[in-house]
């Protein structure tokens, strides 16, 4: 989710190489980014945002919507949060703590959603292994050695081949990558403290090290290192502490990988919590009605995005001021499950959700037919879903990236399915350099760089960046325009939100291709609308198409009218 922190640390390593010849580094910064930069405008505000105010401004002044449901499928929920809480989804079938499955749908107690990841015991499933590394070690327990056991020609072995190079090849190269982590943290660790001693104080930001002028060669050393780091991360407001707590996180996942190189399979945490048939799809009577956890920061910093309570006078505003939160919860800290997903997704839709929210994903999918099911039962009860495109900078047109729109039966492409990309403020960058992009796999971009949002704490809040940020903000966009065009199916949303996609606000066409450097590309080449989602402009053509069908209806009545006095 916000991996470009830890990114930026390493792309640091490279500058304590040149620190000493490289002219001083100053943090580039016209002005601050707006807090809620993703619901202002260009031309007001000078960012490059959704339009979300000025729609409410101009458009939506003394109309009123209908209430939409949204579900989150995600890793969980603070139901208890003052800018989350009245705005929980509540399954008013359901009688609350009395172990009964009032409304019959298999679930018992499921107030606010379910929990995919949870056990009988009230355990919860916090860490799981990756997809290639479960699938490596189940053809390695199937096969013995695919290599031998296997026809050459096969696709058996054709994905095996694959799992090799994500799983081998790469644990062997995060061997290496980690002894060079350890001696960047080291100097990172040596950098703190020349930093610290001479501020007297244990936390700071790139503007206060953009302040520091001293004649200790040392100290100025440190100094452009760590604001190199900080530009490197491209959010203003962040501090030491959270940017060296996330690449502590990377370090120690790095070393998971690393061990891997000779490891046997990963435990089984699942099968100890959950305790069903994870190759089961008809299994589906598990887990349990825990949404909060303590787990939930990724699920309440996108609950937040779409649907924080507006003009309560505390924290944020969410996108859509009538819309409810269903929270799912199936993604754990690493991949999720297919079972996991599709039931999670037969759930929402079973439980009424207009809008489904999929901030998570991954590149090997064991049972796609599973998850395809769901998409297509999605489809066909008018469900828009919403995905999040991967933040590696990959093109998803070469890479897999799953869940995905096509499904394995090579049948027609999902019409209800967005996968979004993560663009920047235009302060903070115009495209995320992190995202992934496609011109044929993903569909639009949307704010995820420097994205404020509730956390868990009841009362807290704070910055994060990803696709998974950027999806919401697409999810919050299509409720608040359902919410006034209720009668809207998926398809019709979908087109609404892609047709009304608009070029970076400044006039840019080129734009830095992510995963690189300096590569420029056209802007229009990295997704299907070639635009970034424009709330203001969404309402606008679902107004326009409500007009014309209001227009047609009447030139229907009038004609038949006309038709009865002739008869």
Not at 72 to 85: A, F, M
Not at 220 to 235: C, D, P, S, Y
Request: charged content about 25%; some cysteine; hydrophobic content about 35%.
């Amino acid at each position: 989710m916000k991996s470009n922190r830890a990114m930026a640390v390493m792309a640091g390593g490279v500058v304590l190489m040149t620190a000493l010849t490289t002219a001083n580094p100053t943090y580039a910064q016209s002005s601050a980014t707006p807090r809620n930069w993703q619901l202002l405008n260009y031309a007001q505000d000078s960012v490059f945002g959704t339009g979300v105010e000025k729609a409410y401004n101009e458009l939506l002044k003394g109309r009123k919507g209908s209430p939409i449901l949204v579900a989150v499928i995600d890793s969980g929920i603070d139901t208890l949060h003052e800018d989350l809480k009245s705005i929980l989804w509540v399954n008013q079938k359901e009688i609350p703590g009395n172990g009964i499955d009032d409304d019959g749908n298999g679930y018992i107690d499921d107030i606010h959603g379910w929990n995919f990841l949870g056990g009988k015991d009230g355990r919860s499933v916090k860490e799981d292994s990756d997809e290639a590394t479960r699938e490596y070690y189940r053809y390695k327990s199937l096969y013995g050695n695919p290599d031998s056991a296997l026809d050459k020609q096969s696709k058996e072995y054709s994905y095996w081949q694959k799992l090799q190079g994500k799983v081998s090849r790469p644990s062997g190269e995060s061997k290496v990558t980690y002894k060079t982590m350890l001696k960047l943290q080291e100097s990172l660790h040596k950098c703190e403290t020349l930093i610290t001693g001479y501020l007297h104080q244990n936390d700071f930001n790139a503007a206060k090290l953009d302040s520091i002028q001293t004649t200790d060669q040392d100290v100025m050393v440190a100094k452009k290192f760590l604001l190199r780091i900080f530009q490197n991360t491209g959010e203003e407001n962040l501090t030491y502490s959270e940017l060296k707590s996330e690449f502590d996180e990377y370090l120690a996942d790095l070393k998971k990988k690393a061990d891997q190189a000779d490891s046997e399979a990963p435990v089984d945490k699942r099968g100890d919590i959950i305790g069903d048939n994870v190759n089961d799809i008809n299994d589906k009577y598990y887990g349990n009605n825990d949404v909060m956890g303590q787990f939930g920061f990724h699920g309440t910093h996108v609950s937040g995005i779409i649907a924080a309570a507006r003009n309560n006078g505390v924290g944020i505003d969410g996108i859509n001021e009538n819309v409810r939160i269903m929270m799912v919860k199936a993604v754990p800290d690493g991949d999720e499950r297919d079972k996991d997903v599709a039931l999670a997704i037969r759930y929402a839709v079973d439980n009424g959700a207009r809008v489904i929210n999929m901030s998570f994903g991954k590149g090997f999918s064991p049972h796609k037919d599973w998850v395809d099911a769901a998409v297509k039962y999605a489809e066909e009860k008018g469900v828009l879903l919403v995905h999040a495109a991967g933040n590696d900078g990959n093109d998803n047109d070469v890479v897999d990236n799953f869940p995905n729109p096509d499904f394995a039966d090579h049948s027609a492409r999902a019409n209800n399915y967005i996968t979004v990309g993560a663009s920047g403020s235009g302060k903070n960058g115009k495209v995320a350099s992190f995202s992934n992009y496609g011109k044929k796999n993903v569909d639009i971009f949307a704010p995820g760089v420097q994205i404020y949002s509730t956390v868990p704490g009841g009362n807290k809040y704070g910055n994060a960046s990803g696709t998974s940020m950027a999806a919401p903000v697409v999810a919050g966009v299509a409720a608040l325009v359902l919410s006034y065009h209720p009668d809207l199916n998926a398809q019709q949303l979908k087109y609404v939100l892609v047709k009304s996609a608009t070029p970076l606000p400044d006039g840019t066409t080129e734009v830095t291709k992510p995963g690189t450097p300096d590569v420029k590309v056209p802007f229009a080449d990295l997704s299907i609308s070639g635009g970034l989602v424009n709330a203001y402009e969404a309402l606008k053509l679902a107004d326009s198409i409500d007009a014309n069908k209001d227009l047609k209806s009447k030139k229907k009545k009038k004609a038949k009218m006309e038709s009865l006095k002739k008869g």
